[in-house]
């Protein structure tokens, strides 16, 4: 007997679209995007299915840094027109986020040279910040 597929995720709120990304990021998601995004900012945002939960029903640290990582990676990008990749971030969870909850992660990119760029990412829900993410990345070649 096959599985119930997974109910269909709410609509886009105003001002966000659905945009295909790396494999991985396309799995774990959907992962929206803000269409209007300052230059060194970028903000994403995600509803909470039950499959981003952890055994508790809230969402998993994992997949709040995951959503982190997108985020500080394209505020560069779209500053510095450079890929990059993650050599060092850190997390801190101030308050759980929970399954149904409307989750944006607001990356920007802080300071960069020619080699590295770093960055920051605030998760906020309803307006509150419930976790903090720093990140440096090595950007690669010019586009």
Known sequence: ???D???ASPPAPPGF???LRAPFVNHV???LQREENPPGRMTLGLWVEQVHTNTMGF???GMIATVCDSAMARSTHGTLKRRTVTLRMAME???PVKQGEWMEAHGRLVDHDEDVAHTECLIVIKGQTVARSTGVFRL???L
Do not use: C, E, N, V
Request: aromatic share 10%.
């Open 1 to 3: 007997m096959a599985a």
């Open 5 to 7: 597929p997974p109910p």
């Open 17 to 19: 679209i659905h945009l």
């Open 29 to 31: 998601g959907p992962l």
């Open 59 to 61: 969402m998993h640290g």
């Open 93 to 95: 969870y101030f308050d």
């Open 140 to 142: 690669l070649r010019k």
